[in-house]
């Protein structure tokens, strides 16, 4: 019973979110440009997504982003040129400040960039699984249609904003507090509460 419960409880979020998205006129367009693109288990997520419901949830209308994630997978192809190439075809569709994150390659350039060895992923859904908070370790997209959602990490902690260090990710928890004091989390939504622990800890 509690199972049906909790599955009940995640397809309440799942639509809820979905209501947002597609209430959000500029979120909207970039799916539509998304899923014309035709990139391979393509992706709109992060700060995207997890700004535009925490805007709703401050009662403000959700502000277009200064940059637009997309998380794709393409395991035959993990050079910088193949980033800026779906770079430039998305933008050459929508005007917006796209930044484009092939997930096949991202343990190339980890080490370099973070200091810290990670493991390939297989999947765009284990790379958004892998992001330093539950909040923000979400992607959308369109399927024809239809409206999908990607939260390896569950939708609680977007909804209950909740900015939780991603235990399981790949980033430190230095990375976790540097975030937190560059995107001014509090400042900016000042109802979020600030967690550092795994749920139930």
């Given at each position: 019973m509690n199972q049906a419960r909790d599955a009940e409880h995640d397809q309440q979020l799942?639509?809820?979110?979905?209501?947002?998205?597609?209430?959000?006129?500029?979120?909207?367009?970039?799916?539509?440009?998304?899923?014309?693109?035709?990139?391979?288990d393509a992706w709109l997520a992060a700060g995207a997504v997890r700004n535009m419901v925490w805007d709703r949830l401050h009662d403000r209308v959700p502000e277009q982003p200064s940059d637009v994630d997309v998380a794709f997978f393409d395991p035959h192809?993990?050079?910088?040129?193949?980033?800026?190439?779906?770079?430039?075809?998305?933008?050459?569709?929508?005007?917006?400040?796209?930044?484009?994150?092939?997930?096949?390659?991202v343990h190339r350039w980890y080490p370099r960039v973070y200091g810290r060895e990670v493991s390939p992923l297989r999947s765009a859904a284990t790379g958004i699984a892998s992001w330093p908070e539950t909040a923000t370790a979400v992607g959308v997209r369109l399927e024809g249609d239809a409206l999908v959602v990607c939260a390896p990490l569950g939708l609680e902690d977007l909804f209950e904003l909740r900015w939780r260090f991603n235990e399981g990710g790949y980033a430190s928890r230095e990375q976790f507090d540097a975030r937190t004091r560059s995107k001014r989390i509090t400042e900016r939504w000042p109802n979020v509460q600030v967690l550092s622990a795994p749920p139930g800890a």
């Open positions: 799942e639509d809820r979110l979905r209501a947002y998205v597609l209430a959000t006129g500029w979120l909207r367009d970039a799916l539509m440009s998304l899923r014309d693109a035709e990139m391979p192809d993990l050079t910088a040129e193949r980033d800026a190439t779906v770079t430039a075809a998305l933008r050459s569709r929508l005007a917006l400040p796209w930044e484009v994150t092939n997930q096949a390659a």
